[in-house]
């Protein structure tokens, strides 16, 4: 049984920073790219940023120089970290962590999501 369990979200004033973790756990053959989305109500949910086994970054342009997204340098924690810095209101939202992952039981790519952690911009 594959999870993910994310942890970080707060309440922040704007210009502030918070570190978001999502862990994934259980019998994990391979993970190959890690995500964060967001989702404001009202809002459809958005692409914030994703992580590849390589390295590889990308950023929706609307976080792009104040989020960074990075993985645990122990391969074996499999958690990836939001870096999230210069926090604005419209930032405020549920953060969900998505992750494709092949499971030991049969080495084929799922897409797995956290149950969301909530970030609030607020003075």
């Known amino acids: 049984q594959v999870q993910l369990v994310e942890s970080g979200g707060d309440l922040v004033h704007p210009g502030g920073s918070l570190r978001l973790s999502c862990a994934a756990s259980?019998?994990?053959?391979?993970?190959?790219?890690m995500r964060w989305y967001r989702q404001a109500p009202g809002k459809e949910r958005e692409l914030v940023a994703a992580?590849?086994?390589?390295?590889?970054?990308?950023?929706a342009d609307s976080v792009k120089g104040r989020f960074t997204i990075s993985i645990s340098r122990d391969k074996a924690k499999n958690t990836v970290y939001l870096q999230m810095n210069s926090l604005k209101p419209e930032d405020t939202a549920v953060y969900l962590c998505?992750?494709?992952?092949?499971?030991?039981?049969?080495?084929?790519?799922?897409?797995?999501w956290g149950q969301g952690t909530q970030v609030t911009v607020s003075s």
């Open positions: 998505n992750a494709e992952i092949a499971p030991l039981s049969d080495r084929t790519y799922y897409s797995y």
């Open positions: 259980g019998s994990i053959f391979m993970l190959n790219v």
């Open positions: 992580i590849t086994s390589g390295g590889g970054t990308n950023y």
